[in-house]
């Protein structure tokens, strides 16, 4: 057991183990210390026989997990070389990894807010919960980064162009879009979640689940299908706004509206990113992409100043570089994708002959 003040806390109970996420106040946003925390619970479990099922929750009553720790980040990239956070994402990336293939049963809790890095503590994992509370979200753009902790992957597997419409605008969705899209696997209501989780002490998380799984309630995205996969299917950002402002259905336009007040850099990175992503195939090749990009974002000015606007002086006023979609060139792009060398995260040359996280078998 740890002490309750703990940034991850860690218990068994019967054949399940448990992560709790336990900064509540900054919405259990993860630190590197948690990363690692993880990952050693989960070697741990992995070879221990009593453990057949590991459970991932957040401590508090608003949700699992808002993200990565970006005020370190960017006090990281304004200050010092980059090699804190390029360090913190190496540990967490491998940790998203990690989820995907873990051997046994991980039953992630969606509950509540779930964005960035919490995507990636949960959305890679074999068995997905979200409730009516759930709002998941990688909204990257917003603050001049690219989404990440795999991403990009999920995203890219989305039917149509729901993942592109996601990556580009950060649009928040509920329970009944998470399936849609792949991110989840379970609807569970909230009030029974605690029942669900103290039944896994004694039962397998498929069993468990049958008592508890319900219909969402309905989500928005399924209408909106015919707008999204007409005006996102290009590989130019500008062309997408164009087409979205010149579509009827107002939700398109109001989308327009969203993708001008986030880094054109980047969108364009993003639009990028989704599109290779689905090209790369497995995980590890994804994970190993985003890292490059990741790093060069901590030399890019959009990350320090969306950070600044939208977490640090709460403005909500950035102040991108470049400001318009058409001065951002294509090898301003192409930048981001550079290899590493040396520094490359190198998961794809690990993970040879792996099972794809989508051949999974759900519980």
């Known amino acids: 057991m740890n002490g309750t003040d703990a940034p991850v806390l860690l218990h068994t109970a019967g054949r399940a183990a448990h992560i709790t996420l336990n900064r509540p ?37 608003r949700g699992l997990c ?8 960017h006090d990281d990239a304004r200050d010092g070389d980059g090699t804190a956070s390029a360090a913190f994402w190496r540990d967490e990336y491998r940790l998203n990894a990690r989820i995907a293939r873990y051997p046994k049963p ?10 960035g890095g919490g995507v990636g503590v949960s959305a890679h994992g074999s068995v997905r919960i979200v409730t009516e509370r759930s709002r998941i979200a990688m909204p990257e753009t917003g603050i001049g ?20 419409h996601l990556a580009l605008t950060g649009t928040q969705i509920g329970a009944a879009d998470a399936l849609l899209c792949g991110l989840a696997d379970h609807y569970v209501p909230s009030a029974a979640l605690g029942d669900l989780v103290d039944e896994l002490a ?3 998380a498929a069993e468990a689940l049958a008592r508890y799984a319900q219909a969402p309630p309905p989500g928005v995205l399924a209408a909106h299908r015919i707008w999204i996969d007409a005006c996102y299917a290009t590989d130019r950002v500008e062309e997408a706004v164009r087409r979205l402002y010149d579509h009827d259905d107002p939700a398109a336009k109001e989308a327009a ?13 993003t639009l990028a990113a989704v599109r290779r992503a689905r090209g790369l195939g497995s995980l590890e090749r994804v994970l190993d992409q985003e890292y490059r990009v990741s790093c060069a974002a901590l030399t890019a000015p959009d990350l320090v100043e ?30 981001f994708f550079t290899p590493l060398g040396e520094r490359e995260l190198g998961l794809a040359t690990t993970a040879d002959g792996a099972p794809e996280h989508g051949g999974q078998t759900r519980s």
Do not use: C
């Not at 808002?66 to 980040?73: M, P, S």
């Not at 995203?155 to 592109?164: C, I, K, M, S, Y």
């Open 202 to 204: 004694g039962l397998p």
């Open 257 to 269: 509206e969203t993708l001008l007040t986030r880094s054109p850099t980047s969108l364009k990175v």
């Open 145 to 164: 980064f690219v989404p990440d902790v795999g991403g990009t992957h999920l995203l890219a597997r989305a039917p149509g162009e729901l993942g592109t």
């Open 66 to 73: 808002a993200g990565g720790d970006i005020r370190t980040i």
């Open 106 to 115: 991980y039953v992630a809790v969606m509950d509540g807010i779930v964005m």
């Open 306 to 335: 969306g950070i600044r606007a939208q977490i640090i002086d709460k403005d909500r006023a950035p102040r991108w570089t470049p400001a318009a979609l058409a001065d951002v060139t294509d090898a301003d792009v192409d930048r």
């Open 25 to 61: 106040r900054a919405l259990n946003s993860l630190t590197h210390e948690m990363v690692l925390r993880v990952d050693e619970a989960l070697t741990a479990w992995e070879r221990d026989p009593a453990v057949e099922t590991v459970v991932v929750t957040g401590a508090g009553e």
